[in-house]
DNA sequence: GTAACCTAATTACTTTATGTAAGTAAGTTT
DNA sequence: AAACTTACTTACATAAAGTAATTAGGTTAC
């Protein structure tokens, strides 16, 4: 096609980051596992419905693990992988760009 | 509100390149300068609309230069700025994690 | 014990974003 | 002058995201 045609593999990543909500939600979990209810009042805008969407996907790429304590009440935790705590240092690139340039 | 908010300036970039198309247009223009139709053929689906689209608001961000070049025919040409170029350790980023765990 | 509350969702519906395809304007080549 | 090229724009269809109400477990307050 093009000699400039672009890797699968980066381009399969940056659809995965180009999800809205996803960074944002990644970049929480790197303070610790969080439960559903405290990663919605974290993200001020994000909808129930999204944030459930989102971490299904983010749990089906490998990068979030879902588990269920059998307390009473029962507790959610969300958590990173270790190919989610893998993509820290994008996001501490854009905090980089970001504190430089806007 | 919450201890865990998030800075708006990284808030505001994250959101840049969250939108569809951002970070390839970014990637393909780390490469030197190009034309709309280079553009269009080196990101194999995207239209006309959104690459125009996308093109724009790069420029009000202040990320991409578009620069006209009053030839026989006229030649229009898209290149990164400064701010723009600062954002390729961000896909260099992007590049290592897809190598390492895609 | 029942009314109200909490968490982690799901469903139905609306709005916005993106995709597709055709059209336009200025100019070039055949 | 008919066909082609580049860099767009416009109109319309489909997909994704936002909003709000509902559900299914279980808890606490009275």
Redesign the pocket.
């Known amino acids: 096609m093009n000699e400039t045609a672009i890797c699968p593999r980066f381009e399969k990543a940056v659809g995965m980051l180009s999800?809205?909500?996803v960074s944002l939600i990644v970049f929480q979990l790197l303070n610790g596992p969080s439960?559903?209810?405290?990663l919605?009042d974290s993200l001020p805008?994000?909808?129930?419905?999204?944030l459930?969407?989102r971490?299904?996907e983010l749990e089906q790429e490998g990068i979030v693990r879902?588990e269920v304590y059998p307390e009473?009440?029962?507790?959610?935790?969300?958590s990173l992988t270790d190919k989610g705590r893998a993509l820290a240092p994008i996001l501490a690139e854009i905090g980089t760009w970001s504190s430089n340039w806007l």
Chains 1, 2 share one sequence.
Do not use: D
């Open positions: 999800k809205r909500w439960r559903f209810c405290a919605e805008n994000i909808s129930g419905r999204l459930s969407e971490l299904k879902r009473m009440p029962v507790r959610i935790e969300y």
